[in-house]
């Protein structure tokens, strides 16, 4: 009888023929558990913005305050970069399946933390200082979340499908999203506004622990991913993964960051901030604002498997083309629908923004996958996309509304995200196609 002796493979068996459908279920769960649960966390943090601005921030002065809750919201963002170089050398040295178990519950435990804060009414300042806090945990375990489980699931991917499961981690975000989205509004119809001010925002956020444990029994029980396994028996692992990276590995680590530009503008400002501006600018109620934005996630989720598998007979380089070119047709009247008063029309608008974000999102992963070779996968993907969260994705809103708040001009967010679109255009003029190939290993 014959022992496999790598303590990478504790379940060993024999290779299927084809893609199995039952693995590729778990490869999509495992996959896109973590990613609904980092954008549950962003999501319910957005949403209900003026909420905390009202308990932890300095009362008299609304806009300041808004402000503010949107900077604490950017803070996450800013130790992304840091959360994926962390993580990204350990899931390169010892493994995707370790250390997505690691990331999953350090989220689930920061958001739970939020729910159980003082107010400022409380602690006074401290308060506020807390809530840093607790984002800074968020933004470092999300930092290092959505590299492995990008590099995780293209690893288990074979090349013909690979554009519509690595779709499916990002499903997984518009699906946490939508949760918080939907969880957010029930505990809002329910319970009212005055409520929801006063102690109901921390029950969203409770949740949060529950999701983690859940995620965390789900990765437990898988195995790692064939490339890192080989990698391993091989001994070929990377000692410095991010050394090799910087070294070797530039020009993809540029890609990844400029075609993440537009990804991470769009989403935080379509399917997030929006919410927010359709309250403030556009006169409309929360409970609208809320709805309009469910209906925008739902549509994306459905569309963004559409748009995986469209890559796989395609290619990855005609989507990216089209989806920046849609989002600078459409987002100045997108925009001044949302302005207009009128209900459906305000709604409609923001539904047709989310679907060249949700091309995006669909073939990003499996891009960034077949740009980089196994031994620096997970730290260059982390790295370049949480550098591109950093510098235009969590500080969306507060951008946004800080332009709005100057200028008085309510186009503030299209001209924000027209400027994004041009600089992941740019990017794919550069971009190799890769559909249907072989992962590298080095």
């Not at 288990?156 to 946490?176: D, F, I, K, V, Y």
């Not at 925008?296 to 469209?310: D, E, H, I, K, Q």
Request: with cysteine.
């Amino acid at each position: 009888m014959q022992v496999d002796p790598s303590p990478y493979r504790p379940n060993p068996a024999p290779a299927p023929a084809g893609p199995a459908p039952a693995i590729d279920r778990r490869v999509i769960l495992a996959g896109a558990v973590g990613s609904i649960i980092e954008y549950y966390d962003f999501g319910i943090y957005g949403y209900l913005s003026a909420s905390l601005a009202s308990v932890f921030f300095v009362h008299g002065d609304p806009a300041a305050a808004l402000l503010a809750t949107f900077a604490t919201f950017a803070a996450a963002f800013v130790l992304r970069p840091l959360g994926g170089l962390i993580f990204g050398h350990i899931g390169d040295r010892i493994g995707r399946k370790k250390t997505l178990a690691a990331t999953v519950i350090a989220m689930a435990l920061a958001t739970f933390a939020i729910g159980v804060l003082p107010s400022y009414a409380a602690v006074g300042a401290f308060a506020a200082v807390l809530l840093v806090l607790g984002r800074c945990v968020q933004g470092v375990a999300s930092g290092g979340e959505i590299g492995g489980a990008a590099s995780y699931v293209a690893e288990c991917s074979p090349p013909h499908r690979r554009g519509l499961l690595c779709s499916t981690t990002q499903l997984g975000a518009l699906t946490g999203a939508l949760l918080a989205s939907a969880v957010v509004t029930l505990f809002t119809t329910v319970l009212g506004d005055e409520t929801m001010k006063a102690w109901g925002w921390r029950i969203p956020f409770l949740i949060g622990l529950p999701l983690g444990l859940v995620g965390l029994w789900i990765r437990a029980r898988l195995e790692d991913s064939p490339q890192f396994i080989d990698l391993a028996e091989r001994g070929e692992v990377a000692k410095a993964p991010v050394v090799q990276l910087f070294a070797n590995n530039r020009a993809a680590l540029a890609r990844t960051f400029g075609l993440s530009v537009l990804l991470f503008a769009a989403y935080y400002v379509v399917y997030v901030y929006a919410a927010t501006h359709l309250q403030k600018t556009g006169g409309f109620s929360a409970l609208t604002a809320f709805w309009s934005t469910i209906a925008t996630l739902a549509v994306s989720c459905v569309l963004m498997p559409v748009f995986g598998a469209l890559s796989d007979r395609v290619g990855r380089k005609p989507i990216f083309f089209g989806a920046s070119i849609a989002t600078l047709v459409l987002v100045f009247p997108g925009f001044m629908a949302m302005d207009a008063h009128g209900t459906a029309l305000a709604v409609l608008a923001q539904i047709v923004l989310g679907i060249p974000e949700s091309a995006l999102m669909a073939v990003a992963f499996s891009t960034f996958a077949e740009m980089l070779p196994a031994r620096v996968r997970y730290s260059g993907i982390a790295l370049g996309f949480n550098l591109a969260s950093m510098a235009v994705g969590g500080t969306a809103p507060y951008i946004c509304t800080w332009l709005i708040n100057k200028t008085g001009d309510p186009l503030c967010p299209a001209w924000f995200l027209a400027g994004t679109a041009l600089i992941t255009l740019a990017t794919t003029f550069s971009l190799r196609e890769s559909a249907g190939t072989s992962l590298r290993t080095s």
